[in-house]
Nanobody
């Protein structure tokens, strides 16, 4: 059984940084492509960033430059570094794992495993 667990969320002020981490249990991490998504109240879940098994990086055009995704296959973790946070970044952030390397990595339907989410709140 594969389990994903996010950590690192919290309440910050506009302009601050946060680093989210996703730990993967029960599956060889290196076989997964990993993604981060977010969902604000009343909105659909949206793509944030992804990193493939070959370490190819994909970003939402709106967030590229502020957010950075990375992975550490030795630690079985995928991180999301978020800088210059804005109130509109407030959302529940989810990590996801794709077992088959499907494209595009930007769509929720192409991920097999999901974490429960971690809340990020940015105050103005």
């Amino acid at each position: 059984q594969v389990q994903l667990v996010e950590s690192g969320g919290g309440l910050v002020q506009a302009g601050d940084s946060l680093r989210l981490s996703c730990a993967v249990y029960g599956r060889t991490f290196s076989t997964l492509s990993m993604g981060w998504f977010r969902q604000a109240p009343g909105k659909e879940r949206e793509f944030v960033a992804a990193i493939t098994r070959s370490h190819r990086l994909i970003y939402s055009a709106d967030l590229k430059g502020r957010f950075t995704i990375s992975r550490d296959n030795a630690k079985n973790t995928a991180d999301l570094q978020m800088n210059s946070l804005k109130p509109e970044d407030t959302a529940v952030y989810y990590c996801a794992g794709d077992l088959y390397g499907r494209m595009p990595n930007t769509e929720t339907r192409n991920y097999d495993y999901w974490g429960p989410g971690t809340q990020v709140t940015v105050s103005s």
